[in-house]
């Protein structure tokens, strides 16, 4: 079964910021593929945020099957170590790199669990590299990033309890520009109550009781562009 992924635009500036932190990760290891995952705040399963290099069958493993192993597990319980395949005995031999990741071209790479400011696991970040060895700086550039991915997954994962729709989505972006009602009606082609009654809803959703305490949280949570 696919991984559930967000819809395209649905967290914009925080994917926007995760993919650049990846590509500039990149260009200092030579990662060629990785992938940043959230904590779904209703289901607790990891999904994917932002990702490249990665097949969706892929991106459906590491986010599935790769998560429940209990050596992951055990590995991702421990807060924002990288560990790479030379640093597990018998992985690089083992079933799962034989089988999956050989195959599809990597010969090496990492996964970390990333915490939120709670403590509390937020989100994974998988990186694969195509070449045997682990490059010298490595460990320090992914030392480097472990705190701005974990703020990046756990935003994202506090956004994700609040479940809007598509139309409430649309609304809240219009209420975020500073449109009134009328506007909005005219623009989406709605009547007046539905539109109030769309705002009653999200403002039921996001806990606020105004507008302006809405659109402070959906830029607090990514759920509109500025």
Known sequence: M??????PGAYPSTSRRARQLLELASTAVPFCAWALGYRDAQSGVMRPLVHTGYRPEMIEFI????G?????????????TPYFWEDIAGFADGPVAREVLRPSGFTEGTSMSLRGTDGRAVGVAHLSLAEDRVPANARAVLASLTEALGELAE????????????????VLALVA??????????????????????????????????????????????????
């Open 2 to 7: 696919p991984v559930p992924e967000p819809s």
């Open 63 to 66: 986010f599935g099957e790769l």
């Open 68 to 80: 429940d192993l209990p050596l992951t597990r055990r590995l991702l319980a421990r807060t924002g």
């Open 155 to 170: 935003t994202t994962s506090r956004a994700s309890g609040v479940l809007l729709t598509p139309r409430e989505r649309e």
């Open 177 to 226: 520009k500073g449109r009134t009602n009328p506007q909005i009606c005219a623009e989406l082609v709605l009547s007046r109550s539905t539109v109030g009654t769309h705002i009653e809803h999200i403002l039921a959703k996001m806990g606020v009781a105004t507008r302006v305490e809405a659109v402070a949280r959906a830029f607090a949570l990514d759920l509109v562009d500025p």
